[in-house]
């Protein structure tokens, strides 16, 4: 089992910037591809970004648009999502996810974090 949890949510003005974390415990030697996703109130969940392990390949969401960096730290086990010039669109609830192959569907991973909140403020 691995066991995830985020952080670094909040409630931000638009046009500021954060940083999620997102670490991993347990049998994170199986861990391959992660990646993060994102639910708003009423919507369903969307792709955000995935990386793979030793974080040389990396890819987004449409919507993202150069606005957001995915990265890892193996040593720590931590997973970052640096989130800059935030809209008011991006409010939801930020999952990170881990798994085998990075994908861009949520049925690609086997393990989840509770989310963590972000809401922006216009």
């Known amino acids: 089992q691995v066991q995830l949890v985020e952080s670094g949510g909040g409630l931000v003005q638009a046009g500021a910037s954060l940083r999620l974390s997102c670490a991993a415990s347990g049998r994170t030697s199986s861990v391959y591809g992660m990646g993060w996703f994102r639910q708003a109130r009423g919507k369903e969940r969307e792709f955000v970004a995935a990386?793979?392990?030793?974080?040389?390949?990396?890819y987004y969401g449409d919507f993202v648009k150069g606005r957001f960096t995915i990265s890892r730290d193996n040593a720590k086990n931590t997973m970052y999502l640096q989130m800059n010039n935030l809209k008011p669109e991006d409010t939801a609830v930020y999952y990170c996810?881990?798994?085998?192959?990075?994908?861009?569907?949520?049925?690609?991973?086997?393990?989840w974090g509770q989310g963590t909140q972000v809401t922006v403020s216009s």
């Open positions: 996810a881990a798994g085998g192959y990075p994908s861009s569907t949520p049925e690609g991973y086997d393990y």
């Open positions: 990386i793979n392990q030793i974080g040389g390949y990396t």
